[in-house]
Every structure is written in C-alpha cells, then in structure tokens.
C-alpha cells in the first residue's frame, strides 16, 4: 500500500498538526463547534495564528481534518480499508459508524446542525470510497456509483438514527436489525 500524504509529511508538521487536532478535540469537548474560534484553538495549542493558517485555511477545514482522521482511525483500528467486501466486514462498517457517532454525541459538548452537516458529509464521503472500492475489487468493469451511494446513504442514516436515540438498544442488538437491511441491496453488486 502506498504511504498517504499525511504519512509522508515532515516529523515537524506532523507534531504541529497532532498538537492542533489534539486542542481541537479538547475544545470540542468543552463547547460547541460555532464557538470555537481559531483564536482558541492555538490558544489552547500554544501556536501562533499564522502557524495555524499554515496548516489549515479556517476552521472549517480543520473539523473535516478532524473527522477525516478520527474516522479513518476507527476504520484502521479494523483494518476495514485493507479488506474487501463480505458480509462480516459490512457489518463490522455499519458498527464502525453507529459507534463513532455515538462517540461523537458523547464526546462533544453541543452539537449543531451546522456542526452535524460537515461531520455528515466527511463521514458518508469516507463510507462511499471504501464501498466502491470494495465492490470495485469484487466485480471489477460494473459500476459501483448507485449501489455504494444507496449503502452509504443507509448505513449513515442507520448510524445517526442510533446515535441520537435517548434509549439505545445494545449496540450488537441495533447492528444485527440494521445489517439485512443494508446488505440485501449490496449482495447482488458484490
């Protein structure tokens, strides 16, 4: 596999970028997304502004720096984007979500529409590339836009619908009534 660009990024920037994500995190857990300002942020890192701008263009760009690696590294811990597709790793994919974002719900003090709209977007970006790349590897030449779009558009509702109930179900419990319901409209593709 082939090193990513973060991967490939000079030990500096990469401690300077942790330091802002970590501060981020940090802030995110204390108030809500449209009151953290840039200010607060390298405040709380200890950077300058201007270091801040060199590595992200506001803060909207680092929330879906934020969410891009804090997914990616729930898929890792999985290694759900090294797989391909079968029915395990599909259920383990629709875990993956559910549990993030509850982890999300529980971690951050306030969440927003606004705030919930980029997460929402990051994170169903993320599930259609490793759909249509599983499906991709699975029957190379069909295409892999509709049934990956429908899949992720089913398993982030499934997600979110769990992460705001007040009353969950056991996690597994919810996983196993949500599963057929995505799997029946990808087995046909895969």
Known sequence: MLPTL???????IKRTRSL???????????????????????????????TFYAHFQDKYALLDHFIDQTFNAALEK??????TYSLN?????????????????????QIHDQFE?????QIKRQIFELLSHWLTQAKPGISSEIPATVATWAIYGL?????????????????????????VNLEQFA
Do not use: M, W
């Open 6 to 12: 973060e991967e490939k990024l000079d030990p500096r």
């Open 20 to 50: 802002i994500l970590d501060s981020f995190g940090s802030l995110l857990a204390e108030r809500n997304f449209e009151n953290i300002s840039v200010q607060d942020v390298t405040d709380k890192a200890q950077i300058n502004r201007a």
């Open 78 to 83: 999985r290694t759900l984007s090294a797989c």
């Open 89 to 109: 790793n599909l259920r383990s994919l629709i875990y993956v979500v559910c549990e993030f974002l509850v982890g999300l719900h529980t971690n951050c003090a």
């Open 117 to 121: 709209s980029l997460v929402e977007g």
């Open 159 to 183: 997600a979110s619908h769990y992460s705001h109930k007040k009353k969950r179900p056991a996690l597994e419990k919810f996983v196993d009534e949500a599963f057929p319901l995505v799997a």
